[in-house]
């Protein structure tokens, strides 16, 4: 079986930053690309941020600038660094990730979601 844990959300004041982290954890065998979606109430669920396994990045245009996404290999986690936020950047954020669990099974794996806030 394999997990995706988030953590790091929170509620924050305009302007103010957060880092949140996914770790994977399980039968892996590799993760090719982690990312970063999120989902406000009564809205769909939108891509914020994705990077490959080789470190190559993608950005929603609202958070370009803003937003940084990472990953450490050795540790399974990918992170999203949040700098001036903004209170239009609350939502729900999950963690997504394609995961082998061997040589010949690949899924596409969920987080539990992680509730951000930014309000003054």
């Known amino acids: 079986q394999v997990q995706l844990v988030e953590s790091g959300g929170g509620l924050v004041q305009p302007g103010g930053s957060l880092r949140l982290s996914c770790a994977a954890s399980?039968?892996?065998?590799?993760?090719?690309?982690m990312g970063w979606y999120r989902q406000a109430p009564g809205k769909q669920r939108e891509l914020v941020a994705v990077?490959?396994?080789?470190?190559?990045?993608n950005y929603a245009d609202s958070v370009k600038g803003r937003f940084t996404i990472s990953r450490d290999n050795a540790k399974n986690t990918a992170y999203l660094r949040m700098n001036s936020l903004k209170p239009e950047d609350t939502a729900v954020y999950y963690c997504?990730?394609?995961?082998?669990?061997?040589?010949?099974?690949?899924?596409?794996?969920w987080g539990q979601g992680t509730q951000v806030t930014v309000s003054s």
């Open positions: 990077i490959t396994s080789g470190g190559s990045t």
């Open positions: 997504n990730a394609i995961i082998w669990s061997s040589k010949w099974s690949r899924d596409d794996y």
């Open positions: 399980g039968s892996i065998f590799s993760i090719n690309a």
